[in-house]
């Protein structure tokens, strides 16, 4: 994931120019305010970069949702989604929060059982107020949902002997 990242984003410390000033390079980074587009499909989601790459993960394959607001040039004060898949499909996409189609994103994503409004609304405030914050996961496959929570503390008690009076 953090090779998807560096590669989107142009980790600290490298540089997408080669040594040979007269060998151009293929690699470009996208640049805050251009476009990402993100495509939504009943199997899969499908993020089109401004460099013209592709990132794609099935929805079945969906292992974690995580929101990520970024503390470095030129990308501060962003918010991101990265959706990384489970180990086996080696899928993930990575979608900053004002690219195209997000809300359909978002809305498709808040459907996941146990998925924190909480932690995403919190991430987009620290993003408007130009503050960076942790990764927050808001999603993980296998987590219990809260509503499923509190079903089995209830099972639980309902389970438990009677107390005995006068012992």
């Avoid at 509503?147 to 009677?162: G, I, L, V, W, Y």
């Amino acid at each position: 994931m953090m090779t998807l990242l560096r590669k989107l984003l142009g980790g600290a410390g490298h540089s997408s120019q080669r040594s040979n000033p007269h060998q151009r390079t293929a690699t470009r980074h996208a640049a805050p305010g251009e476009p990402f587009v993100i495509n939504l499909y009943d199997d899969r989601v499908v993020v089109h970069r401004p460099d013209g790459q592709r990132e794609e993960l099935a929805w079945d394959a969906l292992e974690r949702v995580i929101v990520r607001v970024m503390d470095r040039a030129p990308w501060a004060g962003a918010a991101w989604l990265i959706l990384a898949g489970d180990a086996d499909s080696r899928q993930g996409c990575v979608a900053p929060l004002d690219a195209a189609n997000r809300d359909a994103l978002v809305t498709r994503l808040q459907t996941l059982p146990g998925f924190s409004q909480q932690k995403l609304d919190n991430a987009l405030r620290d993003a408007a107020a130009g503050k960076s914050r942790s990764d927050a996961i808001l999603w993980k496959r296998g987590l219990p949902t809260p509503a499923a929570e509190e079903a089995n503390d209830d099972n639980h008690r309902e389970s438990d002997p009677q107390p005995r009076h006068g012992a």
